[in-house]
């Protein structure tokens, strides 16, 4: 068995997940049949949901499971406040030599490390323009972050809201790990109000 695939079947996140649900004063629903595991933090700009997910995809004719960890929260929708943020890495670079645009913050360091997409380029520049935020991301980030519309196929789950999300491949079992991963995304979530106001 792949090593990977040992450490999801055995993983004890659970045991980590609910010491951190008490460690951060969370709610934490233990999963049943069919049910994912899940925190609810309570946060001053409403709650920050922790929970496990599961995608099938098609690679070829075989379904397969892609496994992740999803931080998020809910915000007012806004379309000029839509954002993205990912590390950096040469497809990307290979995009941007083709034409594709992202948006720079005028800190060197930070825009060769990250990519930054958004309906409103002053809004983004605005979010990271707090040289402490740039710096917990140049050190903690991973994954995907994103403010995004949640309308699929003509129907939107909450409509007025839409998700602030950090998506991070596999399940977080470590738990210094999952508090940094918590405390960039609430951090986040801080200035995207801030800067939303």
């Known amino acids: 068995m792949g090593k990977r695939l040992h450490r999801l079947l055995h993983s004890e996140y659970l045991g980590v997940w609910e010491v951190f649900a008490s460690e951060v004063n969370g709610t934490w629903n233990t999963p049943g049949y069919g049910d994912d595991a899940r925190i609810e933090v309570p946060h001053a700009h409403g709650p920050i949901i922790i929970e496990s997910d599961v995608t099938m995809i098609f690679t070829g004719k075989v379904m397969v499971p892609v496994v992740s960890t999803i931080i998020s929260a809910h ?12 590390r950096a890495n040469f497809a990307t670079s290979v995009a941007e030599w083709f034409g594709s645009l992202d948006i720079h913050v005028d800190d060197a360091e930070f825009d060769n490390a990250f990519v930054l997409k958004g309906e409103t380029p002053d809004f983004v520049r605005l979010l990271f323009a707090d040289a402490t935020l740039r710096e917990r991301f140049r050190a903690d980030f991973e994954g995907t972050l994103a403010l995004k519309d949640d309308t699929a196929m003509f129907t939107d789950p909450t409509p007025g809201i839409d998700p602030l999300e950090l998506a991070v491949s596999g399940i977080v079992d470590d738990p210094t790990r999952l508090r940094t991963l918590y405390t ?12 939303s106001a």
């Open 75 to 86: 915000r007012p929708s806004h379309r000029g406040h839509r954002f993205s943020v990912s």
């Open 184 to 195: 960039l995304f609430a951090a986040t979530l801080d200035r995207v109000v801030l800067t």
